[in-house]
């Protein structure tokens, strides 16, 4: 995240010395934290490319085997269809229920996100996610047990612990509240990394063709999505490779045809897939979301991944740290939420 540079918090020092690791949950985070930072030294020591692991660590599902998409067979003899390429889409939209990854993140901004936004650093962060809308992803600030932000949502509402200058805030809001505060920090929303990790079923957009033609290169078509929770349609462009047969990137626009959300996919993997048993999956190692709008993107490397395991609900609990005052935004009432 922008911004997110390291903040120490303050130690316990009495009974009302503020404690960012309040509780069970936070615990079990500040732990997780130190197991991340020690596995982020040991990539680093021993050189092992972040972006694919020689080898699968134990627990982990990750593989360096290169994938397509089901129904995007590399070098297809034929050219396939826009039906067909939506319904290569669509099986692969139903695949991703839940997950569990540790990545590198890294996330750039333009100048209103701080002077250093620009040229941030990756960042060990763990994520989780749970179909529809339940996401968890808590930065770590390595060498330490400390995060740098911790973002929550359970697909109504979402939490957000981040860096706002040398103090930390933490605000509440709908997710679907309009980005239109003034403070750019307030304007960040868990939608577009959802976006980019479970995809929305679509149809065919009848009034736009795709682009792109014959059996191997670019292909685009463009589809609808399903309304969104405030009403809005949206639709979306969808890149795909069929040299590879994986796709590229996901544009989405909304209701006015502009594109508030780019997303780019590559380094394709086959992951173990927990939902059904002995089978794989292919999925990208490495996401890129760009929102123009917000002068913002997102860059995830993927270390490790668990494809659909079993999440409990605690895991998307993010309790405000004692001491630090919560921030409603959108509609969301003051005090609601904490």
């Not at 995830?300 to 494809?307: D, E, G, H, Y």
């Amino acid at each position: 995240m922008p911004g997110s540079e390291r903040h120490e918090f303050p130690k316990r020092t009495n009974p009302g010395t503020v404690n960012h690791f309040e509780g069970d949950s936070d615990r079990r985070t500040s732990i997780e934290c130190q197991f991340l930072a020690a596995l982020m030294f040991t990539i680093y020591a021993t050189g092992i490319p972040a972006q694919a692991p020689a080898t699968t660590a134990p627990g982990s599902s990750a593989s360096t085997h290169a994938c397509f998409v089901p129904g995007l067979v590399p070098n297809a003899h034929r050219t396939l269809s826009d039906d067909e390429l939506l319904a290569a889409y669509n099986v692969r939209a139903v695949l991703v229920q839940s997950l569990e990854a540790t990545v590198m993140l890294r996330g750039k901004g333009g100048s209103e996100f701080g002077k250093r936004a620009k040229d941030s650093r990756p960042a060990p962060a763990m994520l989780s996610f749970r179909a529809p809308g339940s996401l968890r992803m808590t930065g770590a600030i390595p060498f330490s047990a400390r995060r740098s932000f911790d973002l929550s949502s359970d697909g109504g509402q979402f939490r957000l612990l981040v860096p706002d200058g040398k103090v930390m805030r933490f605000f509440v809001g709908p997710v679907d509240a309009p980005a239109t505060s003034q403070n750019p920090r307030e304007n960040l929303r868990p939608q577009p990394v959802i976006d980019s990790l479970r995809w929305l079923h679509g149809t065919l957009n009848k009034t736009s063709s795709g682009t792109g033609s014959g059996m191997r290169g670019p292909r685009v078509i463009v589809v609808d999505l399903p309304v969104a929770r405030d009403g809005s349609v949206r639709r979306a462009d969808i890149a795909f490779d069929l040299l590879s047969g994986t796709i590229t990137s996901l544009t989405i626009h909304d209701m006015t045809a502009r594109a508030v959300t780019e997303i780019h996919y590559a380094d394709w993997q086959e992951i173990a897939d927990r939902m059904n048993g002995s089978s794989s999956a292919c999925f990208p190692r490495r996401i890129v979301v760009n929102q123009s709008l917000q002068n913002l993107q997102i860059e995830m490397k993927i270390l490790s991944l668990r494809l659909n395991p079993a999440i409990p609900t605690s895991r998307f609990q993010l309790v405000p740290p004692r001491g630090i005052p919560v921030t409603p935004v959108g509609s969301l009432t003051k005090g609601k939420g904490q």
